[in-house]
């Protein structure tokens, strides 16, 4: 297995004041990670770090062959187009019907309408929100909108998708659902998976690596 994102003596932080310090981690492809750690432990903070949105300040993180301490602001999108992201407030566009905010990506990629909107619609379903494609997000329920907004970070077959608290305040149901997305786009289309998670969950019918935040600290736990 490759290696994908590699931190050496990292230091990240907001105003040159580091957050995580001196971290050395792996990430490897095809991996499906839990980032673990208290509230606070940091783990948007890294999160963010790898699709270039918090600096960093000192040492090296390199993601999918990009340094990012050197990185331009030019390069950012070309970084972001082979991530995915969930955010925790889902950020959806609130004027589009679901079936185009999932479109997007793919939009964005050049792929044509028909072929943007058949993949769409597949990745709905398996979400089981066939019947709400042209509904707005605030017509959904969270639980809905995150299962949206995961099918979106999902169709343009990123290399990694980074999922910030994805089923934290859902339901079991959307929980449930969310997570089989996760493990889909890991099986079947062999994208790695990085999730930030207070904890691990109970029952999970996947092998995973924990990458644990402690006061600064950033512990491979497998
Ligand atoms: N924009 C910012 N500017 C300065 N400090 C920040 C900023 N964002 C977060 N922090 C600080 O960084 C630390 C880590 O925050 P972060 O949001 O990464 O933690 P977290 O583990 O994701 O927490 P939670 O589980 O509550 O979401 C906190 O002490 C926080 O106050």
């Known amino acids: 297995m490759g290696v994908l994102v590699e931190a050496k003596s990292l230091y990240v932080g907001y105003k040159n004041e580091p957050i995580i310090r001196n971290a050395n981690f792996k990430i490897y492809t095809k ?6 750690g208290v509230s606070g432990s940091g783990k948007t903070t890294i999160i963010k ?10 040492g090296s993180l390199n993601v999918g062959g990009i340094e990012l301490n050197k990185i331009r602001k030019s390069k950012l999108s070309y970084l972001r187009k082979y991530l ?8 959806l566009i609130p004027e589009w019907t679901i079936l185009k905010n999932v479109m997007l990506p793919m939009l ?7 072929t943007a909107e058949e993949e ?3 990745l709905l379903n398996k979400v089981k929100l ?27 077959d990123p290399v990694m998708i980074l999922a910030d608290e994805p089923i934290s305040g859902l339901d079991e149901y959307s929980a449930n659902l969310v997570m089989e997305l996760f493990i889909m786009a890991n099986r079947e289309k062999d994208i790695t998976i990085m999730i930030a998670s207070h904890s691990l969950p109970q029952t999970f019918n996947i092998n995973y690596r924990q990458i644990h935040l402690e006061k600064g600290q950033v512990y491979e736990l497998s």
């Open 130 to 156: 066939s019947h709400k494609l042209d509904k707005f997000p605030a017509e959904l329920s969270g639980g809905e909108q995150q299962r949206a907004a995961i099918a979106r970070a999902i169709i343009h």
């Open 49 to 58: 770090s790898l699709y270039g949105e918090v600096p960093v300040l000192k």
């Open 84 to 91: 995915g992201v969930v955010f925790q407030d889902y950020k």
């Open 31 to 36: 991996d499906f990670v839990f980032l673990t």
């Open 108 to 114: 964005i990629a050049g792929i044509d309408k028909k």
């Open 120 to 122: 769409a619609m597949k």
